[in-house]
C-alpha cells in the first residue's frame, strides 16, 4: 500500500525557516507529481507549490521567492519544500500530495504536519 510521510513541521518566528519533507513508500511503478498544499484554519486546501517528475515546478503567488519544492536528487521518492521569510500568515497544516502509478494513477495523500509561524 502506498503511503505518504511527511516531517519537518513546527514552530518559527517570523522570518525564520522550515524545510518539510515527504516520503513515498510502498510498491508503485512512478511518481507523476508531488505536491504540497496547505489549510489554515475554516478555509480550504490550497496548492501551495507542485513538482512533476521532469522537474517542472509552479508556485502560488504568495509563496514565490520564499519557498523552493525539489525532489531529492538520490531518491525519487522524496520531495521537500524549503520555506524561507516565513510570514505569520504562512501557519497552516501542510499536506504533501502525489500521483502515483501503481496499476493506475491514484491520489495520495500525505497526513498533514502543523506550522506555525509567531509574529
Known amino acids: 500500500q502506498v503511503q505518504l510521510m511527511e516531517s519537518g513541521g513546527g514552530l518559527v518566528q517570523a522570518g525564520g525557516s522550515l524545510r518539510l519533507s515527504c516520503a513515498a513508500s510502498?510498491?508503485?511503478?512512478?511518481?507523476?507529481?508531488m505536491a504540497w498544499y496547505r489549510q489554515h484554519p475554516g478555509k480550504e486546501r490550497e496548492l501551495v507549490a507542485r513538482?512533476?517528475?521532469?522537474?517542472?515546478?509552479?508556485y502560488a503567488d504568495s509563496v514565490k521567492g520564499r519557498f523552493t519544492i525539489s525532489i531529492r536528487d538520490d531518491a525519487k521518492n522524496t520531495v521537500y519544500m524549503q520555506m524561507n521569510s516565513l510570514e505569520p500568515e504562512d501557519t497552516a497544516v501542510y499536506y504533501c500530495?502525489?500521483?502515483?502509478?501503481?496499476?493506475?494513477?491514484?491520489?495520495?495523500w500525505g497526513q498533514g504536519t502543523q506550522v506555525t509561524v509567531s509574529s
Open positions: 500530495y502525489a500521483i502515483i502509478r501503481t496499476t493506475v494513477d491514484f491520489q495520495y
Open positions: 510502498g510498491s508503485f511503478f512512478s511518481i507523476n507529481v
Open positions: 513538482i512533476t517528475s521532469g522537474g517542472s515546478t509552479m
